[in-house]
């Protein structure tokens, strides 16, 4: 994945939290004028696409690490 600048990435998620509202709101599945910029991410919100793939899957590996940490502050 490419560097976005912050704001950049800031407006990103924003088209993307605004096209799942539309969605929720019954809107039809169009990008408004000023969402161009950022099309795919306010489609990706629509559609209820995770932005940028979503969250990475936690190894077996991480998962256990994280248990045995929980585990031995008890």
Do not use: C, F
Not at 43 to 60: A, F, V
Request: glycine share 10%; no cysteine.
């Amino acid at each position: 994945m490419m560097a976005v600048a912050k704001k950049d990435q800031e407006r990103i998620t924003y088209a993307w939290m605004y096209g799942a509202q539309a969605q929720k709101d019954g809107k039809e599945r169009a990008v408004p004028a000023y969402w161009q910029e950022h099309a795919d991410a306010w489609l990706q919100g629509y559609d209820g696409t995770p932005l940028n793939g979503g969250p990475k899957p936690i190894s077996d590996q991480m998962e256990a690490e994280i248990d045995e940490a929980g585990v031995e502050k008890s």
